[in-house]
């Protein structure tokens, strides 16, 4: 059970830092991960460019198919397991930690499949000459992931990077580990070759930055908080590398006056409390057209008060903790923020539970648009409720904030709602729902929620490159100098 990290086929222990991890249910230690040193980065590293300069898994695309398929498999015979060390590692109700595991290895068969159909293009040139444009891998990729959703942003990038045909090392949080531990594990009896994947353990200064500063690490992709993805892309700039950025939000949910009011406050809650509201997309701002004000407002305080929170191994929980005591400390913060601003504080902000990192959700009205808690990444059980009166002001408020990630539009005029969507700056917008991602449809936002697109042929494009291949079958005579 010491050997937690998987380098070049293995599963080794890792020698650098002990670190004791706690169950955020209970605030009780779990088990102690053992962390990779700057060393075993490196070795992991090294391994991922040998494994994809000397075998022929950049080639070999039936096998790098055949591989994904039998690891989604693999997903779905641990499903209860995965979803067991999910709850366990970061608090999310157990029946939205099995559809985590669902989606992960529904993603591995999209890009099992995806990867089958991708032909190189080729053109005729006006000289006569013949253009073929292959889209190849970068090499060594660098993949660093959150703790919000451990093994599912996990796959969201291994899937397509060993899929075009990469190498991967693969860092998960210092807090989230458990569930990459054990995917290592199955990669292990899958049969991948050596070096094709490697899993590291520990944090951003000693294992994450190993990986970004690497000359030869070709490509990040990273989903973690604005701040530090901004200090990866300075990073990475250094060395050029390929850079995709999925980042922070204050997403929107607009909800206009001929909705359905009953339907629309579960799907507020759904949108800004679901997992937590510790989600990239978590819709934290409630934007209510004026005449629905008062009647939507109470009808979303009086059911966010009926969300069941508690054990999150229970089937009936709706809601968890928090993933950490700090976590907890920053999100009442906020709430401390807010009243100081001059917000007014609906329900929430209350620890609650006997143990473990508790809080009841947050709903904030009688906010300005300058407030922090209407511009900060919160990233928990919080939200803020807005007001507008035409679509007009919709819009400038729902773009009123530096993110771009999401956006919700809540209307029975779909054709109205299209209108608004056109003219919201964000990279994924639901009419009429909120949070699905489809698989085959882009993810990713505008402004500083990130750079690139994952999932969806978008999601295999950023993990390879054109390469443009001019040829004459027979040479002809330049005559270009006058010798
Ligand atoms: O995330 P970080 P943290 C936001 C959210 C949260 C805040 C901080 O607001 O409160 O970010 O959370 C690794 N080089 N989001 O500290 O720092 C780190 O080890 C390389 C939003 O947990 O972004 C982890 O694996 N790697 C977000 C990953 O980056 C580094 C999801 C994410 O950590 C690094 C999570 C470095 N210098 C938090 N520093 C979203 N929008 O999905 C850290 N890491």
């Not at 807090?175 to 050596?194: H, Q, R, Y």
């Not at 007009?392 to 771009?404: D, H, R, S």
């Not at 990130?450 to 291949?469: D, F, I, N, V």
Request: charged share 25%.
């Amino acid at each position: 059970m010491d050997k937690q990290l998987f380098i070049n086929g293995k599963m080794i222990k890792g020698e650098g830092n002990a670190r004791i991890l706690i169950n955020p249910a209970t605030g009780q230690e779990l088990v102690t991960i053992y962390e990779a040193t700057v060393e075993q980065v490196e070795m992991a590293i090294q391994a991922a460019k040998t494994a994809f300069s000397e075998t022929d898994w950049k080639q070999d695309k039936e096998e790098r198919a055949a591989l994904l398929m039998k690891l989604a498999g693999k997903l779905e015979e641990n499903l209860e397991e995965l979803a067991k060390l999910e709850t366990e590692n970061t608090g999310k109700p157990i029946r939205e930690s099995r559809l985590d595991i669902e989606d992960s290895a529904g993603c591995l068969k999209y890009y099992a499949d995806l990867l089958r159909d991708q032909f190189s293009e080729m053109m005729e040139q006006w000289d006569g000459s013949a253009s073929i444009v292959k889209n190849v891998p970068f090499g060594v990729t660098g993949l660093i992931v959150p703790w919000n959703f451990p093994l599912l942003l996990g796959i969201w990038k291994i899937a397509p990077a060993l899929a075009a045909g990469n190498t991967v090392v693969f860092k998960p949080s210092e807090l989230t580990p458990l569930s990459s531990i054990k995917l290592a594990e199955l990669m292990g009896e899958c049969g991948f070759p050596e070096g094709v994947f490697n899993l590291v353990l520990g944090d951003g200064k000693t294992a994450g930055e190993t990986i970004t500063a690497s000359e030869d690490v070709q490509k990040i992709s990273f989903t973690g908080g604005t701040d530090t993805g901004r200090l990866i892309n300075e990073q990475c700039a250094r060395s050029f590398k390929n850079v995709s950025l999925e980042l922070g939000g204050k997403s929107p949910l607009i909800i206009f006056d001929d909705t359905d009011i009953d339907k629309a406050v579960e799907w507020a809650i759904f949108g800004a409390f679901f997992n937590q509201g510790e989600v990239c997309v978590a819709s934290s701002r409630i934007l209510v057209q004026e005449d629905i004000y008062s009647d939507f407002t109470e009808k979303l305080t009086e059911k966010t008060k009926k969300i069941k929170l508690g054990d999150p191994f229970s089937e009936e929980t709706e809601m968890g903790p928090v993933i950490s005591m700090d976590h907890l400390r920053k999100i009442e913060s906020y709430v401390e923020k807010g009243k100081a601003e001059g917000a007014k504080l609906l329900t929430g902000g209350e620890r609650t539970g006997k143990q473990g990192y508790y809080l009841t959700p947050v709903i904030f009205t009688d906010v300005t648009p300058d407030m922090e808690i209407v511009q900060e990444e919160i990233f928990g059980p919080f939200c803020v409720i807005q007001t507008f009166s035409s679509e007009e002001e919709a819009v400038e408020i729902a773009n009123g904030t530096k993110y771009g990630l999401a956006a919700g539009i809540l209307s029975k005029d779909v054709e109205r709602a299209e209108r608004v969507a056109d003219q919201i700056d964000s990279g994924i917008i639901w009419i009429n729902s909120y949070h699905t991602p489809f698989v085959n449809a882009p993810w990713g936002g505008f402004k500083q929620s990130g750079t690139g697109r994952e999932l969806g042929p978008h999601g295999l494009a950023a993990y390879s490159q054109p390469k443009h291949l001019n040829t004459n079958a027979v040479m002809g005579e330049l005559g270009w100098y006058k010798f």
